[in-house]
């Protein structure tokens, strides 16, 4: 920790800084330049309290030198974490590129399984649907709660694919982990405490959704809130941050992917339902996110948008989806990656059309 | 709720809208213009989930007319509401200014009696004071919990001031409003739902702040979720918003503060602490906040800023926060209020300082 | 400077940097900790490139230590500055609160000199007004340019009110100059460094606008830029910044107004027409950001805001303004300072009204 | 354009609207709803001036229906703007990726001919440089100017590669537009409308790069200002903008790419290098904009980034911008796409670096 003194400090207030350095078990290093005197504490600076310091008289600034998360950083774990997901052969994290996708909320039974289905035959890996809905207006549908997670586990019993959804408070953790693979941590609850040491105590993978105004530091922190529970097997997921622009409902924060990869071990994913709002972007953001190295992505897909309950505006087709895959699998080719084996390009996205009735993707 | 059709729109696209406005039970209003036409959704438009018509296709963008709040507006209850603290003869929202102060965090016993008589002879109307803290870092201190709301408990008893103190999580909620005469929900949690719907349905006042990233209608929106469960005593808190500067640690939006008075009847309390992060600012800051219209400010106190375990560098000394509150005082009358009827000029400052030896405020 | 050093870093990297040091005629201080090696420079760092330093194998991060800013900064010269307006009595930066008012832009000669007599009348210092306007749209009115400079020498002769108007380019800096008391650069040209340097090296007060996602330290290496050039009479202007918030035009940035007044010997006027957009919202942001230390406010006003060419929606009327001045007359008082000496509880807005057919101000 | 009048409005106030639009020459369509009346104007809305319809009594808010570009609008012109740089084969927008490198700033003859021979023989298809250098204090270099654009001439002519550079001044846009083949608009100048005006009346093709904190919109009709002059050779540049997010410089708005895209007919490129400010993030975040449908990227390249005299931190060498050019093209042909025709990995880099010294990038 660098501790920047005013220019008109005294020699008392240098003395009391250097021994709270001291109290506090590290060594200083006193350096008196003409327009300022700096003093470094050499040591785990992680058990001294900037502002505090900040408060002495005669404190300027206080500067941190060392990143204030430790098991999430690549510095203490250089090998990237890869999440073995119960049950099956998916991987998050590894060379293959994974691929989440359903819809926003769980509807009904029919619902859930048919479009599980059909992201299954376009080549998803992984399952999303949301039983607990986080809605910003209290007027809005909030999930079908219990009996969507049971629909998911139908849908995962009738395809094979591991499901994640959506956990919103520290009550239901146990039951959610009851029916999911993996249980996600919304963005709004991203430093919602309580809820990250309940996912933390217990066993299964966790998806933790970066705050829409967290820095990547934030973030990183709050995953290692989960870590410093016990639970390693964390996934962060991009989802795009707040910005001053309203044409898109939030901007993708393409330049965190690369940043993430560098910084940690754990798997990246990011969401460009979200991230854009608009299905128009969605598939573009999807390849350029996995260009930029993210280990995989996030799609809201519904076999009928425009009846979707949710999120309609942001939703891709099943259509427009298996059209995507194959533009998915060549960028992630192109960056030395892969997707799911099963070739999307044998998907008979035509014969599906005239079954379902719905439109091609034109964009 | 105004649908904009795409300049290529077709008649089935534009009836199939119309079909969706009827089906909610709604007219329209179809407006052929020469470059778009424009259908209107007549009635309470709430009703109709604008992401979902958004996804039809031939609609290009979906405009909401309404505000999506109701219990919360003014346009629903026009005078103020005013909300008087249990066993006390404090009410925030009428013509009084409310001052509340303490140290960001409960320590000892000791610690919160001291500065709870201390703000309360420079005038301050209640006891802040966290008991349960959130914390970005896992490896911070996060509070005394059961024990911290006992010494709360201790520290109304010695002085007589209503204690305000933030909860975490919904299973908190019982035990810290057997303790609290107001239950703060911190920034983090604005949209913590399962925490609203637990503070909503119970009766101890509610204090809400903003988070970092929420616009005005999300904050109203939030304050709707607790209304909406039956506790109408909810209180605003405009604690700064996280933008491109970082010179402070966050921007107090003092826009908000008369759009609020204008938007809704509820009480809008700033919190200059959290809203600068830089002790040379608080007062500055809480001046203007009266000034712009607000209700109250919040500011974090402690007898010895330096030695507090949380947040120091934005903490006022108790010598600090007295020469603050004639300037208040001041302010206040400058608008046609009042703070706190003991006046703040009677205290003895400087006994007070000799006997505790803190330094002055020299800003 | 502080340079921080990778983790993994060799001894011949830190002796490139120290010798890089050395070569600019600074001293280093190496400072070998447990898990980094931190290197200071001691002396004017401003001599040395950060951004060249990062890029050196084994630098992690550089830390400015100074300002880099120099004859902005209250270290430098820590009284107030204070202007003088060349043929009046008014003086920016002293006690007195300096009140600037006036329509968007000139529209013409009836229009100006009315309006100049109404904000007169109501207490105003100076008389604002665009001739050159930029706009966001190429469509637009974009001002009436030298007949709009025309006009506003005409209202000063009509009421005495010193002018002041927005220069856009170098090349019209002197044709402004010779009509106008202030030059004011705006927002957008607030890193127009052509432009910048122009102003600098002519003699009449600036007026230089925060950009709107400017830092306050790039707004004081803005007016450091014209004080570099030899003129010293520079005023800045906090008109609001570019949040997420989308309900007010932009956010005005409260906690600037402290900062800047500890920051910097120069005056600190507040925009709150452009700093809200919203004309109910801007009395009370103008009482705040006196109450807040502000050295005047700049306020759009117009006999008929309605017909206003330019920003009619965040534009008081006359009697609304004539409203407001005894509001911050008390604001001023209470922290010390006045208004205008004439008292505007003189003016006679009933008959201002009758005679004008305005409607009055029912916020 | 639709005017949403407030509750309690009355028939004179909507009569009022409605004849301003009459006025206007444009129809109205009002629509009396049970909370709301709400009335349309049909017609070409851009002649009707929200802000004063706003300020109008009884009127709450007004809703703009049409983009207020046009010339720069797909719907206008639905196929790709393709520009044809003079006197090479160089074409932007087309199906070729753009790849536009070189140093920050032009240093001396022997380092600019040096690295247009480098990036030359890595691929490049335009040389960068800046010979006027925007700088936010006033105390760095800034720029050569007309020695640095002879310089670039030269590098020119040595290398055939033409030349972008970036243009301060409307009194300097003749003189560079001697020199340049493409002049480029800085972020601080998108609004800087003066020289927009001077770059429209000329012909030689235009980069405009995006304000730090510009709307999509604002970026348009910046552009649309420059196309409003008579010069439609008009490249659009992403360089990332300014958000909450310290880690990186700016974050590169990907969502920006497909938006931009789907918007306008015109060429849209990014610039990673200011858009992310770290050099290790510089090489993934240009993938990711290829993949997310840019039309080409701009990227800093030095032979030696740590001599760089501006921008170090962000810089590649010329070893690592011939590493990153293969995995431009597969990127580029995973979308349909190529890059320049001389294969990068032709490129003998390793004799380079034998007869250059400079270090391989590890990242």
Not at 62 to 84: C, D, F, G, H, W
Not at 97 to 118: K, S, T, Y
Not at 186 to 212: D, E, S
Not at 217 to 224: Q, T, V, Y
């Given at each position: 920790m660098i501790i920047v003194m005013k220019a008109e400090v005294t020699e008392e207030q240098i003395q009391h800084v250097v021994n709270t350095i001291h109290n506090a078990g590290l060594k200083e290093n006193v350096s008196r330049g003409e327009e300022r005197t700096?003093?470094?504490?050499?040591?785990?600076?992680?058990?001294?309290?900037?502002?505090?310091?900040?408060?002495?008289?005669?404190v300027e600034k206080v500067m941190a030198i060392l990143a204030p998360y430790k098991l999430a950083s690549r510095e203490l774990q250089p090998e990237n974490t890869i999440i073995k997901i119960n049950g099956s052969n998916v991987k998050v994290g590894g060379n293959q590129i994974i691929i989440m996708a359903g819809p926003c909320a769980v509807e009904n039974e029919e619902q859930i399984i048919q479009i599980a289905q059909g992201v299954k035959a376009a080549g998803a890996d992984i399952l999303r649907g949301g039983a607990f809905k986080p809605r910003t207006g209290p007027y809005n549908f909030n999930g079908l709660e219990l009996e969507g997670l049971k629909m998911l586990a139908q849908a995962h019993e009738a395809t094979g694919l591991?499901?994640?959804?959506?956990?919103?408070?520290?009550?239901?953790v146990g039951l959610v982990a009851e029916y999911a693979d993996i249980l996600q941590i919304g963005a709004r609850n991203m430093q919602n405490f309580a809820l990250l040491k309940a996912v933390g105590q217990q066993k299964k993978p966790?998806?933790?959704?970066?705050?829409?105004?967290?820095?990547?530091?934030?973030?990183l922190l709050a995953a290692e809130h989960i870590l410093s529970h016990g639970n390693h097997n964390v996934i962060l997921c991009e989802r795009g941050i707040r910005t001053f622009e309203t044409y898109t409902r939030n901007t993708v924060d393409i330049n965190a992917v690369p940043a993430l990869k560098d910084l940690t071990h754990l798997p990246v994913i990011v969401d460009p339902s979200h991230g854009t709002g608009m299905r128009k972007l969605v598939s573009r953001v999807a390849m350029g996110a996995i260009a930029a190295g993210a280990d995989g992505v996030m799609l809201e897909v519904h076999t009928d948008p425009e009846k979707s309950w949710?999120?309609?505006?942001?939703?891709?087709?099943?259509?427009?989806?298996?059209?995507?895959?194959?533009?998915?699998?060549?960028?992630a080719e192109a960056v030395g990656r892969s997707v799911n084996n099963k070739s999307p390009e044998v998907f008979d996205i035509l014969n599906y059309t005239l079954n379902n009735k719905s439109s091609y993707f034109n964009g």
């Amino acid at each position: 920790m660098i501790i920047v003194m005013k220019a008109e400090v005294t020699e008392e207030q240098i003395q009391h800084v250097v021994n709270t350095i001291h109290n506090a078990g590290l060594k200083e290093n006193v350096s008196r330049g003409e327009e300022r005197t700096i003093i470094g504490a050499i040591g785990d600076e992680r058990v001294l309290d900037a502002s505090s310091i900040e408060a002495m008289s005669g404190v300027e600034k206080v500067m941190a030198i060392l990143a204030p998360y430790k098991l999430a950083s690549r510095e203490l774990q250089p090998e990237n974490t890869i999440i073995k997901i119960n049950g099956s052969n998916v991987k998050v994290g590894g060379n293959q590129i994974i691929i989440m996708a359903g819809p926003c909320a769980v509807e009904n039974e029919e619902q859930i399984i048919q479009i599980a289905q059909g992201v299954k035959a376009a080549g998803a890996d992984i399952l999303r649907g949301g039983a607990f809905k986080p809605r910003t207006g209290p007027y809005n549908f909030n999930g079908l709660e219990l009996e969507g997670l049971k629909m998911l586990a139908q849908a995962h019993e009738a395809t094979g694919l591991p499901v994640i959804t959506e956990v919103l408070s520290p009550d239901d953790v146990g039951l959610v982990a009851e029916y999911a693979d993996i249980l996600q941590i919304g963005a709004r609850n991203m430093q919602n405490f309580a809820l990250l040491k309940a996912v933390g105590q217990q066993k299964k993978p966790v998806m933790l959704k970066r705050g829409m105004a967290s820095t990547i530091e934030e973030f990183l922190l709050a995953a290692e809130h989960i870590l410093s529970h016990g639970n390693h097997n964390v996934i962060l997921c991009e989802r795009g941050i707040r910005t001053f622009e309203t044409y898109t409902r939030n901007t993708v924060d393409i330049n965190a992917v690369p940043a993430l990869k560098d910084l940690t071990h754990l798997p990246v994913i990011v969401d460009p339902s979200h991230g854009t709002g608009m299905r128009k972007l969605v598939s573009r953001v999807a390849m350029g996110a996995i260009a930029a190295g993210a280990d995989g992505v996030m799609l809201e897909v519904h076999t009928d948008p425009e009846k979707s309950w949710v999120d309609g505006a942001q939703t891709l087709s099943i259509q427009e989806f298996a059209k995507l895959m194959p533009n998915l699998q060549r960028v992630a080719e192109a960056v030395g990656r892969s997707v799911n084996n099963k070739s999307p390009e044998v998907f008979d996205i035509l014969n599906y059309t005239l079954n379902n009735k719905s439109s091609y993707f034109n964009g």
